[in-house]
């Protein structure tokens, strides 16, 4: 990870960065003594009483599924790109800030990681470059000894920049010129009973034909779900399931939050050159096509 004056150099200069930075960095860079120079924080948590039980000092609450919404009939879209412009403007977004961006943790089920990976996505898809994931999120700044703080913090409106980047996210039509191609890889993130199609959650059950199992969980710490493992760790798993920096991967999940996490990791932790996110998912697959595109059910898990 970078230094501390790495950090506050990238915060004031706006060099395009995106990936993890320590709790104790980070409370370092909220503390800065220059109001100017701290960072844009950013809670994703979902559930807004979680907020206001403690949260990161300066954190403004921009619940992730606000970003969400239903769509001739698929719930969870992304919303079209006015609105989410207004909400991250709104939430302080800025092109010329360092972002932390943060949740908490917890043993599985806990995957309000999920939640953090999702925004830091959006972010980057709307051209934010600036960011960190605050690794182990609320629970390890806690555990570090760190107070939570009370009070409410509100960013003043942010401004983004002119272009984003839409080339990191793929429709279904690309999926399936995607798949069965030398060199492609589809990976599905989810747990291995919904993969299999084991589940009660989904209106068709399965996953999309030739995608392997990848459950995200695999590349966190079991104590704190926030909390990634090491690049060695992580380099490992990926490597025993067949996920190689030399392939062209596209992940996915239900909704994409599962997915975000994958495609953090491989792109920005570890520094895989071809990575997408599909945004519709399966949530979106299974509907599409008068619920008629192509499912398989069971399988194993990828390199288990």
């Avoid at 960190?132 to 942010?158: C, H, I, M, S």
């Avoid at 392939?247 to 071809?274: A, M, V």
Wanted: glycine content about 10%; overall charge positive; charged content about 20%.
């Amino acid at each position: 990870m970078k230094s501390i004056f790495a950090l506050i150099l990238l915060a004031t200069t706006a060099q395009a960065d995106i990936g993890l930075i320590s709790v104790a960095e980070a409370k370092k860079l909220i503390e800065h003594p220059d109001a100017a120079q701290r960072p844009i924080v950013l809670d994703t948590r979902g559930g807004y009483k979680d907020y206001f039980r403690g949260h990161l000092p300066t954190a403004h609450h921009i619940n992730f599924d606000t970003l969400r919404g239903t769509d001739a009939a698929v719930p969870v879209q992304y919303l079209p790109d006015s609105i989410t412009k207004a909400l991250l403007k709104r939430a302080g977004a800025d092109k010329n800030r360092l972002h932390l961006v943060y949740a908490t943790g917890a043993k599985l089920p806990n995957d309000e990681i999920l939640s953090t990976s999702m925004v830091v996505y959006v972010l980057e898809k709307f051209g934010i470059q600036n960011i960190r994931v605050v690794d182990g999120g609320l629970a390890e700044w806690t555990e570090q000894g760190f107070p939570a703080a009370k009070d409410y913090f509100g960013n003043p409106a942010g401004s983004l920049p002119w272009k984003g980047d839409k080339s990191i996210g793929v429709d279904v039509k690309t999926v399936q010129a995607h798949v069965g191609k030398p060199g492609n890889l589809l990976v599905d993130a989810r747990p291995l009973n919904e993969y299999q199609g084991n589940d009660d959650v989904w209106l068709r059950k399965g996953h999309i034909p030739g995608a392997i199992s990848f459950h995200w969980a695999r590349l966190m710490q079991q104590s704190n779900t926030h909390k990634f493992k090491s690049v060695s760790a992580m380099k490992a798993e990926l490597t025993k399931a067949g996920i190689t920096p030399d392939q062209n991967i596209i992940c996915y999940c239900g909704t994409s939050r599962e997915g975000s996490l994958i495609y953090f990791t491989l792109k920005h932790l570890l520094g895989y050159p071809n990575v997408r996110l599909y945004e519709g998912s399966w949530k979106e697959y299974v509907w599409l096509n008068g619920k008629s595109l192509p499912a398989e059910t069971g399988g194993k898990a990828a390199g288990k």
